[in-house]
């Protein structure tokens, strides 16, 4: 995470693109600091090219410059931005988070362990300043009553791209459900996988919104289960993808 060296330290490649990973990209003024967090955050991309990432230790979104240098942080005031998605056109793009509502820090003893904020799990939408914009708030939903909300990624139906301007949540890591929300953020349904081939939902950790084909599908990395489940964006089950060569499917990227 820290350094200002740019040497790649290994490389892979696939068909005719090679990837090189570049040790110390990211360049922070506090890399001791940095080292007691553990860097499980999410990633986005800002039209301008920027990178969005989140502070190990710290409660901050951090920009970046594509050489690695930091454009730029503020504070949310929340604990982990393990999902990170920006939407919205060019220069008025909100950054949406969902914080599952712990975080891994070292302790006394050296160890990594997790450590519970005071809010718990949310999402939250914030304008490039760093103002909060938006909340979704946590659905009522019978699994609830018992079970904790501990979302790990959102997904948004653009309007500028000819979405309905919904938003879908995973809570991954609380009680493997995904939830749909209205253009006006109200809650408005819930999947749960059930009677679906794969069966219940076992960790939905990604989710995505892919427009290249003539519909445009809903995309589920059920971790658990180690498939992609693909929807229409009603919320509608159409095939599996992934069984049996994925392992543990995590995340999408354009």
């Avoid at 949406?96 to 006394?108: T, Y």
């Avoid at 519970?116 to 300043?129: K, R």
Wanted: with cysteine; aromatic share 10%; net charge negative.
């Amino acid at each position: 995470m820290s350094g200002s060296g740019h040497r790649p330290s290994a490389q892979v490649s696939l068909d005719s693109e090679r990837f090189g990973w570049l040790e110390d990209w990211a360049e922070t003024p506090d890399p001791e600091e940095a080292a007691r967090g553990w860097a499980h955050h999410g990633l986005a991309l800002l039209a301008d090219g920027r990178l969005v990432g989140f502070h190990p230790e710290h409660a901050d979104v951090v920009i970046y410059e594509r050489s690695g240098a930091e454009a730029g942080r503020f504070a949310t005031g929340l604990t982990e931005g393990h999902g990170i998605t920006v939407a919205g056109e060019a220069g008025d793009e909100r950054i949406w988070i969902a914080d599952p509502g712990a975080k891994m820090r070292l302790d006394e003893d050296g160890e990594y362990r997790r450590f519970f904020g005071p809010d718990g799990g949310q999402v939250v939408q914030f304008d490039l300043a760093g103002a909060p914009t938006a909340r979704l708030e946590r659905p009522d939903h019978p699994a609830y009553e018992q079970g904790h909300y501990a979302p790990t990624a959102v997904a948004v139906d653009e309007v500028g791209a000819g979405g309905s301007g919904e938003v879908w949540v995973a809570d991954g890591y609380g009680e493997s459900l995904l939830h749909r929300f209205a253009p006006d953020h109200g809650y408005l349904a819930t999947l749960d996988g059930e009677g679906e081939p794969s069966g219940r939902f076992n960790c939905p950790h990604g989710i995505y919104i892919d427009r290249r084909r003539a519909e445009p599908e809903l995309l589920v990395a059920d971790r658990g289960n180690a498939v992609v489940r693909v929807y229409t964006l009603e919320g509608i089950w159409k095939r599996d993808v992934g069984r049996p060569f994925l392992n543990s499917p995590s995340a999408f990227a354009p």
